[in-house]
């Protein structure tokens, strides 16, 4: 996945907000949280950083090309960082992506999901 398909496909996704912070990393929001962060890659393949439930993290910290997120998993939260394709294709990130996603949405408030017209979750 180069970073203009994560841009895209993320764009695409309902409610979402780009912006560019934390030393150049394209980080991708819902309702001002964060649930998708690419960059800060030393390799070819682009670093994706996303949100997982804590069985998926559970099964992916220990899959080639998937490693605990640096920073946010040392704090104890369930995120993982895609560094390559050895385990994981694009058409599977884009679906943690998409869990990703889902799982903010679901830390919001109920008057924000309204507000944002996210009553699907």
């Known amino acids: 996945m180069t970073l203009d398909d994560y841009n895209a496909f993320c764009a695409a996704l309902p409610a979402t907000t780009h912006v560019v912070q934390w030393g150049g990393a394209h980080v991708w929001k819902v309702g001002g949280k ?18 997982t439930s804590e069985m998926a993290y559970d099964i992916l910290k220990e899959q080639p090309g998937c490693r605990p997120a640096p920073y946010l998993a040392s704090r104890g939260m369930k995120w993982i960082q895609r560094i390559s394709a050895a385990s994981m294709d694009d058409g599977a990130l884009k679906d943690y992506l998409r869990e990703s996603r889902r799982l903010v949405v679901l830390g919001l408030t109920r008057k924000v999901r309204s507000d944002l017209g996210l009553n699907e979750v």
């Open 34 to 51: 964060v649930f998708a962060i690419a960059g800060w890659s030393d390799g070819e393949v682009l670093a994706v950083t996303f949100k």
